[in-house]
């Protein structure tokens, strides 16, 4: 309620007309207590250009995790940490965050006086913002799976080590391609799930060998057996 009045304030002082009072109008026009919050945030975000929205997607998927019960649950995280997860620089991490922090703002502590540093512990302050936020909520979610795809392949890559398990063929190694290309996954961000990384990209990478090599083994037999196959029937046809 506080920040919806706040907004419904700042936004009738920016756009009032001459002599009018403030109205319902205004309060419409900043999404209502229901998504007050959520527009808010959406400002900040549409504020920032492509390569930082990208750098904060990846800031919030890493101060929230899905609890138990499928909601978000806030973590405190350095600043120095979101550098080594995102695999940006701490003045990229700085440059986002400040945008979430500023006056009138204040999604993201500590408060905009504060200088950060690589130690700097940084937080979502609305625990509100986790279930208002549209868009962090999706971010949540992309978390979840990206999370738990990446335990499955670490937990298959232990297996196969011990023999347990087979190389990973489709659809499962597609999918797995195609999460490590869009989501372009960093050491740090694995440790937070499973700190055998290395194995387990090394498992991928395996798998995706191997399985081009035989499709490359199938095609090559194919056409073979189809040169073959014409050269059988051009000498049957000869000697019809």
Known sequence: MQHA???????????KDPDEPI??????????ISEALSQHANEAYTELVQTDQ??????????????????GVRRQVKLGDLARISGYTEQDIVRVVDVFREHGRSFLTPAINITLNSD?????????????????KMWVD?????????????????????GKVDLWKPPDLQIAIQWKRDRKPTK?????????????????DTSKTVYESEQRSKELLQKRMIQRTK??????GIAF
């Open 5 to 15: 009045l706040m907004r419904t304030w700042n936004y009738w002082k920016e756009n």
């Open 23 to 32: 109205d319902l109008r205004h309060y419409m026009a900043i999404g209502k």
């Open 54 to 71: 990208d750098i904060c997607q990846v800031i919030f998927k890493a101060l929230t995790e899905k609890g138990a019960d499928n909601k």
């Open 120 to 136: 700097s512990i940084i937080e979502i302050s609305h625990e509100s913002l986790m279930r208002i936020w549209q868009r962090l």
């Open 142 to 162: 992309e978390e979840a799976e990206s999370a738990q795809l990446y335990k499955r392949l670490s937990n298959a890559a232990e297996l196969y080590q011990v």
């Open 188 to 204: 740090a961000w694995a440790n937070r799930y499973s700190p055998y990384f290395e194995r387990a990209m090394l498992f991928l």
């Open 231 to 236: 050269m059988v029937a051009i000498i049957l």
